[in-house]
C-alpha cells in the first residue's frame, strides 16, 4: 500500500498541475484507478480545510506558527534558514519543494525557507526513523553524559532513576 500512498501523494505535491489518471495493483491483485482521490489524499497535508473540513493548519501553516510562537524575532530567520523535513512523507518526490513554495508565502519577506538534505552520513533506509534519531543525536550533543540514563540504571531504578540522575 505504500507505493500507492505515495503515488497519491505525489500528486499533492506538484500542486495544480494536470490531474493524472494512475493505475495500480492491490496486494490482493485487483487493479485501481486513482483520479482526483490521490490529489485529495496528498493535498490533506497542505490544506487540512479544503480537503478534510478539518480546521486544523496544514503543513506550512503549522511550522510557521511553530516558528513564530516558539521562538524569538531575532531567531526566527535562523531557523526558517535551517529546515529539515524527515520522517515517512519526506522522501516523496516534490514534497520539500511544495513545503518551501508555501513557506516562501508565510515566512517574512527578508527570510529564505531553506531545507537541509539529508546528511549523506545517513544511510537511506534510515529517513522513516529519523526523527527518532535527531532526537538521539540531539540528546548527546545538548545533555551532557552524566545526565544519560543507562539500561541498567533504568531496569534498577524504573523512571524516577532519571530525577536521580538529573537532580
Given at each position: ?8 501523494l505525489?500528486?499533492?505535491?506538484a ?19 486513482v ?37 524569538e ?38 527570510t ?28 548527546k ?9 543507562t ?17
Amino acid at each position: 500500500m505504500r507505493p500507492l500512498r505515495d503515488a497519491a501523494l505525489l500528486q499533492a505535491a506538484a500542486a495544480g498541475g494536470k490531474q493524472e489518471l494512475r493505475s495500480h495493483t492491490l496486494p490482493d491483485g485487483q487493479e485501481i484507478t486513482v483520479a482526483h482521490e490521490g490529489h485529495a489524499l496528498g493535498e490533506a497535508l497542505f490544506d487540512l480545510d479544503g480537503a478534510l473540513g478539518a480546521s486544523e493548519p496544514g503543513l506550512a501553516e503549522a511550522i510557521h506558527a511553530g516558528i513564530v510562537n516558539s521562538y524569538e524575532p531575532s531567531l526566527r530567520k535562523i531557523v526558517y534558514e535551517h529546515l529539515i523535513l524527515c520522517g515517512g512523507l519526506s522522501g516523496l518526490p516534490g514534497i520539500g519543494e511544495r513545503l518551501m513554495q508555501e513557506l516562501r508565502l508565510l515566512a517574512p519577506p527578508s527570510t529564505i525557507p531553506t531545507l537541509y538534505p539529508f546528511p549523506d552520513y545517513m544511510p537511506d533506509h534510515t529517513k522513516n526513523c529519523s526523527v527518532w534519531m535527531g532526537g538521539a543525536i540531539l540528546s548527546k550533543v545538548v545533555f551532557p553524559q552524566s545526565h544519560h540514563m543507562t539500561r541498567g540504571d533504568y531496569d534498577e531504578r524504573g523512571p524516577s532513576g532519571a530525577h536521580i540522575r538529573c537532580g
